[in-house]
């Protein structure tokens, strides 16, 4: 038996659906969770979304029978997602929103917004320049770009195609909240995300604190998470 199958290519209601996004393809693949588990989620593609890029989302277990769905945006980061990155807390971050998806049934919306939305490149010029004592926004900044450059009307607008229009929100982010809340999604509650502290990431954990309020309880020096 072939380990991937295709599903239907519309959504549940596609008169539900923002007009111009619609699902363009949904298809089952196995995929390894980081307890080593091999589970199947549904990756889900979109036709009309308004900024052009190649987002998706996942879905596991039956969300589409939940009211209130469990719902993890995530931007893309290759430096920590794929390669273990411990300079941010992408990846555990990640593993971490798969595996409760898993448990709990759900959807994780993959972003392509690499770097705050600024691109690979440039968030790889912005490591240079944190490495010479700038933050991870003050490096952003000096670079010509806002602190913050995501946009996540867009993933408003995922959710709609797949007939979500009422979430639980897995994260630490406030900013989530408020720009999904402004184009018509409800946010039932906000879940929060573990912390995942390192001797190589809290100086960035404590810039997303200290200028965007995510809210993460952080120790006050790396010598305490060695």
């Known amino acids: 038996m072939s380990a991937v199958a295709f599903l239907s290519t519309e959504p549940a209601?596609?008169?539900?659906?923002?007009?111009?996004v619609r699902v363009r393809t949904a298809v089952e693949v196995p995929v390894v969770l980081a307890d080593g588990r091999t589970v199947?989620?549904?990756?889900?593609?979109?036709?009309?979304?308004?900024?052009?890029?190649?987002?998706?989302?996942?879905?596991?277990?039956?969300?589409?029978?939940?009211?209130?769905?469990?719902?993890?945006?995530?931007?893309?980061?290759?430096?920590?997602?794929?390669?273990?990155s411990a300079r941010c807390d992408c990846g555990p971050q990640l593993?971490?929103?798969m595996l409760r998806l898993h448990e709990q049934g759900g959807y994780l919306l993959y972003l392509r917004q690499e770097g705050r939305g600024i691109g690979l490149f440039a968030k790889l010029d912005a490591y240079r320049l944190q490495d010479s004592g700038l933050d991870t926004y003050?490096?952003?900044r000096m670079l010509g770009f806002d602190e913050d450059a995501r946009d996540y009307g867009v993933a408003a607008r995922m959710l709609e195609a797949l007939n979500v229009p009422r979430i639980k929100l897995l994260s630490n982010n406030p900013d989530k909240r408020t720009q999904l809340s402004a184009a018509g999604i409800e946010v039932s509650t906000q879940v929060p995300t573990g912390v995942f502290a390192?001797?190589?990431?809290?100086?960035y954990l404590h810039a997303k604190v200290?200028?965007?309020?995510?809210?993460?309880?952080?120790?006050?020096?790396a010598s305490s998470v060695a």
């Open 40 to 84: 199947t989620a549904s990756f889900i593609t979109f036709h009309g979304l308004a900024d052009g890029r190649e987002h998706f989302a996942l879905r596991f277990g039956k969300p589409q029978e939940q009211a209130t769905p469990l719902v993890r945006l995530h931007s893309e980061c290759l430096t920590g997602d794929v390669f273990g």
């Open 138 to 140: 003050e490096a952003n």
């Open 210 to 221: 200290r200028h965007r309020q995510h809210t993460l309880e952080l120790p006050a020096s």
């Open 95 to 97: 593993r971490e929103a």
């Open 198 to 203: 390192g001797p190589d990431n809290l100086r």
């Open 13 to 20: 209601s596609a008169a539900d659906a923002q007009p111009g």
